[in-house]
């Protein structure tokens, strides 16, 4: 079985402040990802600054396979000392895993890292380490399929101090939380966000600190092949169809002529649903021996507008999608199922398309801006022009 490796994060910027104080920064190299959260002292620009040079340096030392002392060492002797209270630098978590699960995690001085396995939180078992006289936490990482490590900044267990909260929340009511809102399936991002999102509603929406959560999560690898309008020579409609058919993984066909070409090439019908769950989003349809069928343009284009809220880490609206119209199907198969997504896509100018305003220009920015985006994402993106 194939595992992966899917990262996802959400900050929210101190009442106030236009730049986060925090700052996540993950490098994949080979087979491992290094994710590094920082949290600068104080807040505003010189914590942004702060955070950024220490994620910056610690993912690519750590990512280079840099001895760990070095690497903090560095960090503790590079950044600028605070004249007032003679600290200087920032916190930090360091996440450096492979695919299968190996690895390890260190933790200076942010809140203690939440192991999630079978949708329950645990602890993990840390060694201390001593580095120029700072102590830093040192775990051995052998993560299961499915296990998901969340790291967060101090604000999340701040959230809601004073405001709605005598002490704020502490770590077992945030485990608390998660025991009883993660559920099976959930992406790395949409586990980050969930828990990003109850911090913003105990600050009643402005965060006394900067607050960052970050989620990595092993997970099995999903190939989805999606086919969207028939390719320019119809003589090779069967050899695309073929090609498109012959990967593993889910298959999905956007557009009414590519559904129409693929049932007949299956020796099959389109059957039309006539619910509709949406009035912006035409219905889907179904063909047998295909995972899901929706119309072209419009859905795309639905589908695109949820991927800009996806990838947004200020976006705080929930990352599963609940709603059975096809893009919402689409985005819930590509944003949080798949790792690997392939573009098959045909460039036949669509005779019921004359006149409107649709042309196959259009088709095309629409399939590079959802590639762009799901790249961002961190899925593993291919396209076909045919």
Not at 24 to 43: F, K, N, P, Q
Not at 363 to 383: F, I, P, W, Y
């Amino acid at each position: 079985m194939a595992l992966w490796l899917e990262s996802g994060y959400t900050s929210l910027n101190k009442k106030n402040e236009e730049l986060c104080g925090d700052r996540v920064e993950s490098i994949v190299s080979g087979d491992y990802m290094t994710l590094v959260l920082a949290d600068g002292m104080g807040s505003g620009v010189k914590a942004n600054i702060l955070s950024t040079l220490t994620s910056k340096i610690l993912c690519t030392m750590v990512s280079n396979d840099i001895d760990i002392e070095e690497c903090i060492e560095t960090i503790i002797q590079s950044l600028p000392v605070c004249k007032v209270r003679g600290v200087a630098y920032s916190t930090f978590s360091v996440i450096h895993i492979n695919k299968q699960g190996e690895g390890y995690l260190f933790e200076f001085d942010n809140p203690q890292a939440i192991l999630i396995r079978n949708q329950k939180c645990g602890d993990f078992p840390r060694e201390e380490m001593k580095v120029l006289g700072k102590t830093v936490y040192k775990t051995v990482l052998s993560l299961q399929k499915d296990d998901i490590i969340v790291v967060m900044s101090d604000g999340v267990i701040h959230a809601g101090i004073g405001m709605t909260l005598n002490l704020g929340w502490q770590r077992p009511e945030v485990m608390e939380f998660l025991d009883n809102n993660v559920k099976a399936g959930m992406s790395a991002r949409a586990v980050a966000c969930l828990l990003a999102g109850v911090c913003n509603d105990l600050y009643l929406d402005k965060p006394g600190d900067d607050t960052t959560v970050a989620a990595v999560k092993v997970r099995e690898k999903l190939q989805v092949n999606l086919m969207i309008g028939p390719p320019v020579d119809k003589s090779k409609d069967d050899f695309y169809i073929s090609r498109f058919l012959a990967g593993e993984g889910k298959k999905v066909v956007c557009g009414g002529t590519s559904s129409q070409i693929v049932a007949r090439h299956l020796k099959t019908t389109v059957r039309a649903s006539f619910d509709f769950p949406d009035k912006d989003v035409p219905p889907i349809g179904f063909i047998d021996g295909i995972d899901l069928t929706t119309e072209g343009v419009l859905t795309m284009r639905k589908l695109l507008e949820l991927s800009e809220k996806y990838v947004s880490v200020r976006d705080l609206t929930p990352k599963t999608f609940t709603k059975k119209d096809g893009a919402s199907l689409l985005a819930q198969l590509l944003f949080e199922e798949a790792t690997h997504v392939h573009f098959f896509v045909g460039q036949s100018i669509n005779a019921a398309h004359t006149g409107l305003p649709i042309d196959i220009t259009m088709k095309l920015k629409l399939v590079e801006s959802l590639a762009a985006n799901l790249t961002k994402m961190g899925k593993v993106v291919e396209t076909d022009y045919d």
